[in-house]
């Protein structure tokens, strides 16, 4: 991966200034670069990670696994860019094992989440079956630790 992207990965808010001195190029280029990335779509955007705890986030986060049967000569692909376009839809990967596809819904509660299922992700064509697992508690999200403890503390060593 090219370092800048890198560090946008990690830190998209760091300061140009910082990553020029990080990469040793002169600013004007980071910038010109960032701006290509962008208008090639290689960045697609940026997002910040919330603790849904501290904003008082009572969103529902469902992951679900989709068994759907491949379309001759498209694959998964065109009932997977259907199934995401999707508001609800917050991820959606092609996996391998014993299922097709895994879908990150969002929804207002429980009811907003088992309805979208329900009435609009089981009744596509194509699609097989669904295994739904609520998301009870975040640990970690996109690479933020979340409910750090106040202090660290270190395990037992055991003889």
């Known amino acids: 991966m090219d370092p800048l992207l890198s560090l946008l ?11 020029a001195r990080e990469l040793d190029l002169p600013e004007k280029e980071i ?13 697609l955007g ?4 919330l603790d849904p705890d501290k904003i008082g986030d ?16 498209g694959g998964f692909d065109r009932l997977a860019s259907r199934i995401a376009r999707f508001e609800q839809v917050q991820s959606c990967y092609l996996m ?13 509660n429980l009811q907003a989440v088992a309805t979208f299922i329900a009435e609009k992700l089981s009744t596509i064509k194509g ?21 750090r403890p106040e202090r660290e503390e270190r395990l037992a060593v055991a003889p």
């Open 9 to 19: 990965k990690n830190g998209a808010r760091t300061p140009v200034g910082d990553l």
């Open 96 to 108: 391998s094992g014993g299922y097709d596809l895994l879908v990150i819904v969002e929804g207002a």
């Open 127 to 147: 699609v097989l079956s669904t295994a739904t697992h609520f998301r009870l508690k975040a640990y970690k999200e996109n690479g933020a630790l979340l409910n």
């Open 31 to 43: 910038v010109q670069r960032i701006e290509g990335f962008e208008k090639d779509g290689v960045i």
């Open 58 to 73: 009572a969103m529902v986060t469902a992951v679900i696994e989709v068994k759907i049967v491949p379309e001759r000569g």
């Open 46 to 49: 940026y997002n910040a990670v």
